[in-house]
Every structure is written in structure tokens, then in C-alpha cells.
């Protein structure tokens, strides 16, 4: 009897290991809609259409239901790099699967959007960053902490001399950080006017609007001969967008340091890696890299 007994707890302890294991596997999830309402429509996007740009490495196919009721739904496919302008001054639902699982997004009109890769890899719909349609959405606005900016600063030996960049400088901490502890200038390039603004109000309560610059631009169109340091929290799709600017601009010698993400291809260049805990429960990353060549 007792032998019995130890044999059924046996199987039932084998039965539930294998549940656990397949259950904890990330499979296929069951389908989800999200509302994608971030934050009031941009005023660089006024038109009433939703902007759809796929950010990512491979043409997606996505399927579009109208906000009209009765219309039909679309079945499209969007290259890579190619954005999808979809006339509507409703909201429209955006039907795409990943192949982890089915998610409806509900996209609005005036507001840019992107199919762009996750944390670990899956292709998602994100709300865009600046709301310029014509523009690369390099990053949403997440600003780096005040303690990993001086440590940004500190790892690409900032001085007096140096012409520090931020692309996509969002309220532009870095390079204020920089001008105020280092004493060097620097220049900030964005697109969102609303970010421009603070940009500027915080270089004059610093006292360092006489060493930096802020300019509204597109960063995937930014000279960068005079720069010596970049300081980038930028997506890795995004950093690797910028490669073939940075080979073409910067000097043998010029030390870029990215937040959090590395640039493509680029670890033969890295000179020191260092893991900061963070605010917030997550661990931040900076990564210095030197331009090769004499100084
Ligand atoms: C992750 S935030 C980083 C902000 C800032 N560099 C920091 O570390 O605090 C990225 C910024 O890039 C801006 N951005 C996105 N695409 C851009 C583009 N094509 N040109 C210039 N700025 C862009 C966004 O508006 C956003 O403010």
C-alpha cells in the first residue's frame, strides 16, 4: 500500500514539474488591445492622420480596421523604414501579430506611432517620440538620471575644451552637465520644441547659456565635425542608424558614451563598460567608446 501511495505522489510531482515548466515558457500569449493614448497630440502633427513608421528590421504586415463603422478592413505591409500615413479623424484599431500573440492597438489621429522592438526582441506598436513625421523617431523621451549623467561626463573625461553633443538631447541635462561641472560647450539637437524650450530655460537658470547650444533639428541630419564628445541614449536600431555619421564626422580620438545600449557592431571600439544601480529598481549602463586613430 504504502508503495502504491509513494508511486501516485511520484506521478502527480512529475505531472506538475511539466506543467510548471510549459507554463512558465514564454509561448504564445492570448490576444490583447491597448489603447495607445500617450500624452496630447503633437502640435507638429495637427493633420488628421495617424503615422505609422516601422522602425524595425524586417517589412510588417498588419491589418487595419476603421474607426467608420461598416468599412472594411486592410490588410497592409510596411518595409523597413517606411511610414504608413493612415487618413482617419477617428481613432483606428491596428491589428498586428508578432507571433508571440495577437495585439489590436488603438492608434489616434495627430499622433505618430512605430513598430519597434521590445526588451527582448518583440516587434511592438509604440507611440512615437517628437511627432515629426518626416523625421527618424530615433527614441521616446526617457531622460537619463542626474547621477548617470555626471558618470557619463566623468567616463568620457570631459574638459574644458571639448564640444560635447547630445542628439536627441530631450531637456538637454547632458550637455548643461557638462558645460556646468567641465566648463566646455556643448550643443543639444532635438525635435520636440516643447523639450527645446526647457532646454534653454534650464542653460539660464544653470548660468551656462554662454556655453551651449540648442538646435531643432533631425539628429539623423547633424553635422558632427566639431564635436569631441557624444553623450546618446538612443535605441540600438537608432545608434546604428547614426554609424555611417559618425565614421564620416568624428576625429580619431573622439570618445562616445552611450547610455544603456550598445552600438551595433562597435564592441572592438568599447574602452570601459560600467554598471550603475539605479533609481527606479533597474540597473543602468554606460558604455565609453574611442574613436580609433592618433589623437
Ligand atoms: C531617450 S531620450 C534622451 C534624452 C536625453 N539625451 C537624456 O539622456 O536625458 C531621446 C530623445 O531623442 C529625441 N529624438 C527622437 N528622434 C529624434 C530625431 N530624429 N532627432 C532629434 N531628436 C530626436 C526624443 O524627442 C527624445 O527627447
Not at 10 to 23: N, P, R, S, T
Amino acid at each position: 500500500m504504502k508503495r502504491i501511495i509513494q508511486a501516485v505522489l511520484a506521478a502527480a510531482f512529475i505531472i506538475l514539474a511539466a506543467l510548471a515548466f510549459f507554463v512558465g515558457r514564454p509561448g504564445r500569449q492570448p490576444e490583447n488591445r491597448l489603447d495607445l493614448t500617450a500624452g496630447p497630440p503633437s502640435p507638429a502633427s495637427f493633420r488628421e492622420e495617424a503615422t505609422l513608421r516601422n522602425v524595425t528590421k524586417k517589412p510588417i504586415t498588419y491589418k487595419i480596421v476603421p474607426g467608420r463603422p461598416g468599412a472594411p478592413p486592410r490588410t497592409r505591409t510596411l518595409g523597413v523604414g517606411a511610414v504608413d500615413r493612415i487618413a482617419t479623424a477617428v481613432p483606428v484599431e491596428i491589428t498586428f501579430d508578432s507571433g508571440r500573440r495577437t495585439t489590436s492597438y488603438l492608434v489616434h489621429p495627430g499622433r505618430p506611432y512605430s513598430f519597434r522592438y521590445d526588451e527582448a526582441g518583440v516587434v511592438r506598436v509604440y507611440p512615437g517620440a517628437h511627432g515629426l513625421e518626416d523625421a527618424a523617431d530615433l527614441a521616446p523621451y526617457v531622460p537619463t538620471p542626474p547621477e548617470v549623467a555626471d558618470r557619463m561626463i566623468a567616463l568620457a573625461e570631459v574638459g574644458p575644451k571639448d564640444v560635447v553633443y547630445d542628439l536627441g538631447c530631450g531637456d538637454g541635462r547632458l550637455v548643461i552637465a557638462a558645460a556646468r561641472t567641465r566648463g566646455c560647450r556643448g550643443v543639444g539637437i532635438e525635435l520636440d520644441p516643447a523639450l527645446l524650450e526647457q532646454c534653454r530655460a534650464s542653460a539660464e537658470r544653470e548660468g551656462v547659456e554662454h556655453l551651449v547650444r540648442f538646435l531643432q533639428l533631425d539628429a539623423t541630419k547633424a553635422g558632427l565635425t566639431e564635436a569631441t564628445v557624444l553623450l546618446l541614449y538612443l535605441l540600438p536600431e537608432s545608434l546604428e542608424t547614426l554609424i555611417p555619421a559618425f565614421e564620416r564626422d568624428l576625429r580619431p580620438g573622439a570618445r562616445i558614451v552611450s547610455h544603456d545600449y550598445k552600438i551595433p557592431g562597435w564592441d572592438d571600439r568599447i574602452v570601459r563598460t560600467e554598471v550603475l544601480p539605479g533609481g527606479g529598481g533597474r540597473d543602468h549602463r554606460v558604455i565609453l567608446y574611442r574613436m580609433p586613430g592618433k589623437r
